[in-house]
């Protein structure tokens, strides 16, 4: 029975196995010979409360043991099958391929990885607070392209008001403006009826549009409009001095506490609480949910507000969480990289987050090498943990399913 | 509690589907609503419970007008609907869909899903209706998903419970039970309008029958002083001719040929054991089998939409165990799917879209890349006509036809073409005696000039009335096989081997 059930699953292992094996290869071939020395990794700062010795590792040994490893997972996957566990094994064996990646790359050198990865949070929190817009907006079947246009609201708003009230007053400001671009977009999609894409990019070229004018005509005039408090980072008191873990994850501004909580808020407001049931069912299926007696409309709009505000806060990372100073188009495409997010996080709040942290890893990672001088061009380096990503959710993630009324209007008789 | 319907008026632009409607909805009473495919039924009783604002007409509860804002207004004043398109949501467990929009809660607005999973269970064992609550709603057979709208509409503790067409997917025994519901529903004081195109089942529960036609009331009755074939009059306004005409039994070569057949369920699950069956040119056979054997599997395994484990399908001397449903298609076969709106069409498509949905890319109705549209409307417009697809024209979109008019444009599609073999699941699900009768013949004429036929219905009668030889599925299973032609059925026989009695 198991035989005949699992033909197509073992083809999939066995891509799975070859892609571990070709992996193991390309490894040892190019990285290993080319590692020389040994790679230390720095993990903590000598003023630290505990400090911990640097990571040593010897350059070429390390690869050739995950080259001989990723081929002996691969080797297995390939003959044995073992389809349950394939997903996680291709997802270890690209973890391992990556940290041989890093060990090639520091060999002879050394690095921070507690700043890496310190980095790595930091850089996925707009990405993840777009991601978690998306998904809020996503789960009523409100497609939210506008999410770059929200995000880039946010970090003018911010950078305006933080420099005339403070940051308090500017991130609730962000967070404001935000949820009013939410509700036009609810307003166009919802109660106008306009096609979702459209009315998101009408908001991505407006918000582009007007804080580009205004910063470059007003911004350049009245330097101090353009001047905001930025938000340090908090300690957590006693948390914050274990190493690694301390600084990564406990010494850090309001805006990645603030991803977490959220994402953690939004996990409960979806899937625990009647309000979040009922959303999702407008998503899925909004003529059921109209027929008893649910609000289609009013859902739509509250949730789509909600990630508007989502969105604001976010936004407000880009100069209230960073620089102070709001810059043309300075969201760069990180909402778009939230929605992606979103998806490869199975529209879930804390896939979204974790998706995000890959893709900062990513982008952080990018950084480090760039410092490192490896000899592959950064712009080249940049790509590799996105294929991985692709890889990963192709492989381990699996085929997602959005809501399935996303995008689709409702009309009432 | 006593509704009232007042000089109800529907329109849908230009499409009068309620004229002047009066009915009254006495508590403890069934009152049964019998009409043809797209009389209105559906509609009227969508304005009943809040879903469409009458055009004109009003709606009074215990004498007292009520106006209703939207369906949560009809749930509070006690209405309560089983709607014929099951509205369940198919990602959602059973409990969380029998909760949703009355949901227990705790503090922080948590939901309490333990009370929802136990007061599943409470409804389900106090009226009969087995089910898991833990279950996802879109694993589940069409005729347990049924009785989570059941349990639905009771967990909200409605006074009248609107039932349109509840019975069209359950089985025969299924009906009996669900009939002993009604009855403790009534005796409960509860009011009842239940809707079918049953013409027997409408008889034996109704306290009073009131028939529709085109959009009007034409003339109410006491079940007792009533037959089957006056109804059957009333409704369409002519009197219908029950009984299948069929040609005498000349089966030719066998055209399918199915051997150690195995399917699985989506979970791994056994669905089809080692089946073998045989079908001939110029015969029809039937399955019959209580749903959820391993039916639904079987059709779309030789329909090509379900991946065959093990086993072996031959069609005219060719393996078609693997092949695409396109070259299924080309080769001559025909699939009714069993469930019209998630198999059969697409909503947003027109009546003229959906008729061409199997045939598009090539001639006579594709010149090259382009879709001859005048062709297609024109087709179509002939096909609507010839197998009465009511419709205001071709260009409106199916999900806007009465639930039986979009079967018959299913059915129509699938049988307007040149034809070598037809599977149908549930050929004739929700349509009125008429319609009925109408497939009937083009079955039976499809079987006359050759066509080999497989048709599953939960239907033992259709079964009956239209099978040359009868197979019964049981867990997967051929378990027994009769023929007309060789004995005379007997229908409690057949209807205790699949119960499982043979096994
Ligand atoms: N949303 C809609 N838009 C346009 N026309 C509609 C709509 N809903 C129903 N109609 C039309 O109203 C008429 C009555 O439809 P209704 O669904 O009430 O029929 P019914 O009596 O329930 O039929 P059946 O037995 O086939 O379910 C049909 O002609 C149908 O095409
Ligand atoms: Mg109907």
Redesign the interface.
Known sequence: ?SV??DK?RLRQTRITGGVLIALGVLIAVFLAPDAPGVATFRLSRPTDVWPVPNLVVPGGAFIYVVSALLAFMGVRLFLKGGARWSALILGIGLAIAVAAFLVWATAGKSFSLTGMLQATLVRAVPIALGGLAGVLSERVAVVNIGIEGMLLAGAFTGALVGSLAGGIAGLAAAVAVGGMFGFILAALVVTYRMDQIIAGVFINLFVLGLTSYISSQVFQEYRALNNAPVFRAIEVPFLSDLPVIGPVFFNQNIFVYGAFILAGLATYYLF???????A??VG??P?????????VYRTRYINVTMAGMVAGFGGAWFTLGSVGRFDEGMTGGRGFIGLAAMIFGRWHPVGALLAALVFGFADSLQQKLALLRTPIPSEFLAMAPYIATIIVVAGVVGRA?AP?ADGKPYVK? | MRVELKNITKRFGPVIANKGVNLTIEPGEVLGLLGENGAGKSTLMNVLCGLYDPTEGEIFIDDKPVVFDGPGDAIRAGIGMVHQHFMLVPVFSVAENVVLGVEPTGALDHLDLATARAEVERLSEDYGLAVDPDAIIETLPVGVQQRVEIIKVLFRSADVLILDEPTAVLTPQEVDEFFQIVRSLCEAGKAIVFITHKLNEILEISDRISVIRRGEIVGSGDPKELTRPELAEMMVGHPVDFDVARAPYAPREVILDVADLTVLRDHGAVAIDNLSLKVRSGEIVGIAGVQGNGQSALIEALAGLRRVASGRVTFDGTDITHISPRARHRMGIAHVPEDRQRAGLIGNFTVAENMVLDTYYGPPFAKGASIDWGRVHADAARVAEEYDVRTPSVFAAAAHLSGGNQQKLVVARELSRDTRFVIAGQPTRGLDVGSIAFIHAQLMAARDEGDGLLIVSSELDEIMAVSDRILVMFKGRIVAEYAPHIAPLDKGEIGLVMAGAAA
Do not use: C, F, K, Y
Not at chain 1, 272 to 278: D, K, M, Y
Not at chain 1, 287 to 295: F, H, Q, S, V
């Open positions: 029975m005949l059930l197509a625990h609480t009647r309000l979040g049931l009922r999702r069912a899925e299926h003529r059921a949910a109209d027929t008893l007696g649910i609000n399913r399935a008789e």
